[in-house]
């Protein structure tokens, strides 16, 4: 008889319950111990994507997990994700790679006809690999209107009928009731095993009744409450980014309607920079903003619209004409540029539109994604300071001004004005490289991004590790 896989799945109460990151925990405590620990998502919706080896596009999400997990990256590890588009529609990434956008019914289509066999074969895949998965679910998994569809979930622990966690957020409010809710609404309660409370800002005895009733009235063992722990790592999606994280802050960024890769700001709140969030001309204040960030875009011309709409491209123009600091990652880099070209209306409907003209750069749209990691450095810099790893996942190709920003594995890369305040790039994570914050901040600073998130990634674990009792899952692992 075949040994059943070890997969423990953690499913939540509801959105941001706190998934992801008691996931990025047990991936920790369990490599701590020796075991080769694989993340999984099986479907994962967000625009903070990144790109690992191969030329693939996972959710940051997990590649943060597996960075816990001290386990390289892989594309099984979140076999689907949907990169919402508006209006009913969302790019969708299978194994790594686009397959183009779809709407409501196609992609129901899609789960339905290969959906379950990509999940299955991808968890499959890394059990054998691995010596555990650390399954996460997506959302809640009482959602009853889309149980047909619900592969994210309880689905993943049917497959070798494994054990499930339930991630509880108090921080909400009403947490028997989400609990009790919860596991009378869900799909194979049966396989749920145990219960977390988190993000507690009291004293756990507090909950001491309440914990036993809802034991009784469930059947399920609450096996901890972990305090609210205040950390600093990459949100799993634009949720984790409503509102300025540091207000106050020197940079601003321009927060466009359909922006992307959140995850671009996570230096400047792990630096102590800080940034505040501008949607409006209002908003500005030349002496508040030393310099303004444009970030990704999912949509080009929707965004550069709106910039023109709401009077924010006189804003950034006017910034640029006092000198002050201006940097464009991704679809900000394209926006920053003269014209934007798409002959075949493959990303945008008028085939051809207006940049902010800031750069001496142009954009052409053409069929091919560009997903790829990236080495880089400042372009100009004399110093010895060491290449950081970034990427790019982006569609288009711009024709660089004569000026470039960064030296790359690839070559140059990116475009700098003639004045040298303004530049830009494809390189998503550029704002890791200590040398390019204190340019953009006007501070100097000498940050290691990376260091910064292991040492977040063991705070939050050792907070998991001494409320939770983790001998419950060990012996029924």
Not at 105 to 123: H, M, P
Not at 128 to 147: H, M, R, T, Y
Not at 430 to 437: D, F, G, K, T
């Given at each position: 008889?075949?040994?059943?896989?070890r997969?423990?799945?953690?499913?939540?109460?509801?959105?941001?319950?706190?998934?992801?990151?008691?996931a990025?925990?047990?991936?920790?405590?369990?490599?701590?111990?020796?075991?080769?620990?694989?993340?999984?998502?099986?479907?994962?919706?967000?625009?903070?994507?990144?790109?690992?080896?191969?030329?693939?596009?996972?959710?940051?999400?997990?590649?943060?997990?597996?960075?816990?997990?001290?386990?390289?990256?892989?594309?099984?590890?979140n076999?689907?994700?949907?990169?919402?588009?508006?209006?009913?529609?969302?790019?969708?990434?299978?194994?790594?790679?686009?397959?183009?956008?779809?709407?409501?019914?196609?992609?129901?289509?899609?789960?339905?006809?290969?959906?379950?066999?990509?999940?299955?074969?991808?968890?499959?895949?890394?059990s054998?690999?691995?010596?555990?998965?650390?399954?996460?679910?997506?959302?809640?998994?009482?959602?009853?209107?889309?149980?047909?569809?619900?592969l994210?979930?309880?689905?993943?622990?049917?497959?070798?009928?494994?054990?499930?966690?339930?991630?509880?957020?108090?921080?909400k409010?009403?947490?028997?009731?989400?609990?009790y809710?919860?596991?009378?609404?869900?799909?194979?309660?049966?396989?749920?095993?145990?219960?977390?409370?988190?993000?507690?800002r009291?004293?756990?005895?507090l909950?001491?009744?309440?914990?036993?009733?809802?034991?009784?009235?469930?059947?399920?063992?609450?096996?901890?409450?972990?305090?609210?722990?205040?950390?600093?790592?990459?949100?799993?999606?634009?949720?984790?980014?409503?509102?300025?994280?540091?207000?106050?802050?020197?940079?601003?960024?321009?927060?466009?309607?359909?922006?992307?890769?959140?995850?671009?700001?996570?230096?400047?709140?792990?630096?102590?920079?800080?940034?505040?969030?501008?949607?409006?001309p209002?908003?500005?204040?030349?002496?508040?903003?030393?310099?303004?960030?444009?970030?990704?875009?999912?949509?080009?011309?929707?965004?550069?619209?709106?910039?023109?709409?709401t009077?924010?491209?006189?804003?950034?123009?006017?910034?640029?004409?006092?000198n002050?600091?201006?940097?464009?990652i991704?679809?900000?880099?394209?926006?920053?540029?003269?014209?934007?070209?798409?002959?075949?209306?493959?990303?945008i409907?008028?085939?051809?539109?207006?940049?902010?003209?800031?750069?001496?750069?142009?954009?052409?749209?053409?069929?091919?994604?560009?997903?790829?990691?990236?080495q880089?450095?400042?372009?100009?810099?004399?110093?010895?300071?060491?290449?950081?790893?970034?990427y790019?996942?982006?569609?288009?190709?711009?024709?660089?001004?004569?000026?470039?920003?960064?030296?790359?594995?690839?070559?140059?890369?990116?475009?700098?004005s003639?004045?040298?305040?303004?530049m830009?790039?494809?390189?998503?994570g550029?704002?890791?490289?200590?040398?390019?914050?204190s340019?953009?901040?006007?501070?100097?600073?000498?940050?290691?991004?990376?260091?910064?998130?292991?040492?977040?990634?063991?705070?939050?674990?050792?907070?998991?590790?001494?409320?939770?009792?983790?001998?419950?899952?060990?012996?029924s692992?």
């Open positions: 008889m075949a040994k059943r896989p997969i423990l799945q953690v499913v939540g109460t509801s959105s941001s319950s706190g998934k992801s990151t008691v990025m925990a047990l991936c920790r405590y369990f490599s701590d111990l020796g075991y080769r620990v694989s993340p999984f998502k099986s479907v994962n919706m967000s625009l903070n994507s990144i790109s690992i080896e191969g030329g693939y596009e996972i959710s940051r999400s997990q590649w943060l997990q597996a960075r816990a997990a001290r386990a390289e990256p892989e594309r099984e590890m076999p689907i994700l949907l990169k919402p588009e508006g209006g009913g529609r969302s790019q969708v990434i299978v194994l790594g790679k686009s397959r183009g956008t779809m709407d409501q019914e196609n992609y129901a289509r899609f789960l339905s006809s290969d959906g379950k066999g990509i999940v299955k074969s991808s968890l499959e895949y890394l054998e690999k691995f010596d555990l998965v650390i399954a996460e679910g997506a959302g809640s998994p009482a959602e009853i209107n889309i149980f047909d569809r619900d994210a979930n309880m689905f993943v622990s049917e497959v070798h009928e494994t054990p499930a966690l339930l991630v509880a957020d108090i921080e409010g009403g947490v028997f009731a989400s609990i809710g919860t596991v009378k609404l869900m799909q194979r309660p049966d396989l749920l095993k145990w219960i977390v409370i988190n993000k507690m009291g004293a756990p005895e909950l001491k009744s309440g914990i036993e009733d809802i034991e009784r009235m469930t059947g399920k063992k609450i096996i901890g409450v972990i305090p609210f722990t205040p950390f600093r790592l990459p949100g799993e999606d634009s949720l984790d980014y409503d509102c300025s994280r540091s207000t106050g802050g020197r940079i601003c960024v321009v927060r466009y309607p359909q922006m992307e890769n959140y995850s671009d700001i996570d230096p400047l709140i792990t630096s102590g920079v800080g940034f505040t969030y501008i949607t409006s209002d908003q500005y204040s030349s002496e508040a903003c030393r310099a303004l960030l444009l970030p990704g875009s999912k949509n080009v011309q929707s965004d550069l619209d709106f910039l023109f709409r009077g924010l491209a006189d804003t950034i123009r006017q910034h640029a004409r006092n002050g600091k201006i940097l464009g991704c679809g900000g880099f394209q926006m920053l540029g003269n014209r934007i070209e798409d002959p075949d209306g493959r990303q409907s008028r085939k051809s539109i207006i940049g902010l003209g800031l750069l001496d750069t142009e954009t052409l749209y053409e069929r091919e994604k560009t997903v790829k990691t990236v880089y450095g400042p372009f100009d810099s004399s110093t010895d300071e060491v290449m950081r790893k970034g790019e996942i982006h569609y288009g190709t711009v024709t660089n001004g004569s000026r470039p920003f960064l030296r790359t594995d690839h070559g140059p890369e990116g475009a700098v003639e004045s040298g305040n303004v830009g790039t494809n390189v998503h550029v704002l890791e490289h200590s040398l390019i914050l340019l953009l901040s006007g501070i100097s600073l000498k940050m290691d991004y990376e260091s910064e998130m292991e040492k977040n990634i063991d705070l939050f674990t050792k907070a998991f590790i001494e409320s939770v009792d983790l001998e419950m899952i060990k012996r692992l």
